[in-house]
């Protein structure tokens, strides 16, 4: 009985052949700057998602601390120490706001002066704040950042049916009744205003 022979000849006897090889190497190439591509994107996306979370947060926990500290707000006439002070100034062509005012604070014994400002640093906006003893302001000392890179620090009071951007508890005789507190964060080349209705815990002269 005769065995017949075996007809392939060269590299295909063994495995693959030269084209095959290239043609798995294309595509293995095309699947792995696809798998990047999609891993870059998703690395990407979840960068920008976590700097949106942390620039809210930190709006929302400014908005939060200046809502508790205005619940302790204090006023009197009959105390030239005490204050409440709304101004209004303009930085790049941005209306952005002052708020100096009188209260209980955590971080001292006793009544502070509490102040929210604005400062520029470099072409940006940067939300600071102040805390002194009523009874001894010091306007050398250096402010703590509460936000870096903001877009606006608006606040508001409602007087008549309309809000106003300047108040002066010296000559109105009390603090506001309601506040709007608006911050503008920038994330991403993108403006998300974070506003608040504060109700003051002092509305009336003690």
Not at 7 to 35: D, P, R
Not at 93 to 119: C, H, M, Q, R
Request: aromatic letters at 12%; one cysteine or more.
């Amino acid at each position: 009985m005769r065995h017949k022979k075996n007809s392939c000849k060269g590299w295909s006897c063994y495995g693959f052949t030269l084209i095959e090889m290239l043609l798995a190497i294309a595509l293995l190439s095309i699947v792995l700057v696809a798998l990047y591509s999609t891993f870059f994107l998703s690395q990407k996306a979840t960068e920008g998602a976590g700097d949106t979370l942390v620039r809210l947060q930190e709006g929302r926990m400014a908005l939060d601390t200046l809502r508790r500290e205005l619940a302790s707000a204090v006023f009197s006439r009959s105390n030239q120490f005490t204050l409440f002070v709304m101004k209004d100034m303009d930085i790049y062509d941005k209306k952005v706001s002052t708020l100096s005012f009188t209260a209980f604070s955590t971080y001292i014994p006793g009544l502070s002066n509490i102040e929210y400002y604005i400062e520029e640093r470099e072409g940006r906006l940067v939300l600071m704040k102040k805390i002194n003893p009523y009874w001894n302001i010091d306007i050398n000392m250096k402010g703590t950042e509460i936000i870096e890179d903001v877009y606006g620090f608006t606040v508001e009071s409602l007087y008549n049916g309309q809000w106003v951007s300047i108040w002066d508890a010296g000559e109105t005789g009390k603090v506001p009744d309601e506040l709007r507190v608006t911050i503008t964060v920038r994330v991403r080349d993108k403006l998300i205003p974070l506003f608040e209705i504060i109700r003051p815990g002092t509305g009336k002269p003690i």
